[in-house]
């Protein structure tokens, strides 16, 4: 059974930052690429970051490059996300993915919150 838990959500001042952790078990993760996504109500799931299978590769969203940086350790199976610099247009839930052809696999997301 796959499962993908994130951890590391919470509330957090604009201008703080937070570290997002997702684990991995059930699969073989290092053949698998990585990304977080983000949603907030009534608006579509979007890509926040992507990162290959050998960390070899990166992509980020326009609204987030600088401030955010993915990373993942293939032998802990776990894909990470510093988040620096938050805004409160980051509030959202973050939900971490796995990706390899045409099987995706979905974590139960973690809300991160940014207000004062």
């Known amino acids: 059974q796959v499962q993908l838990v994130e951890s590391g959500g919470g509330l957090v001042q604009p201008g703080g930052s937070l570290s997002l952790s997702c684990a991995a078990s059930?699969?073989?993760?290092?053949?698998?690429?990585m990304g977080w996504y983000r949603q907030v109500p009534g608006k579509q799931r979007e890509l926040v970051a992507e990162?290959?299978?050998?960390?070899?590769?990166?992509n980020y969203v326009d609204s987030v490059k600088g401030r955010f940086t993915i990373s993942r350790d293939n032998a802990k199976n776990t894909v990470y996300l510093q988040m620096n610099s938050l805004k409160p247009d980051d509030t959202a839930v973050y939900y971490c993915n796995a990706r390899r052809s045409s099987n995706y696999y979905w974590g139960q997301g973690t809300q991160v919150t940014v207000s004062s």
């Open positions: 059930g699969i073989i993760f290092s053949m698998y690429a």
């Open positions: 990162i290959s299978t050998s960390s070899g590769s990166t």
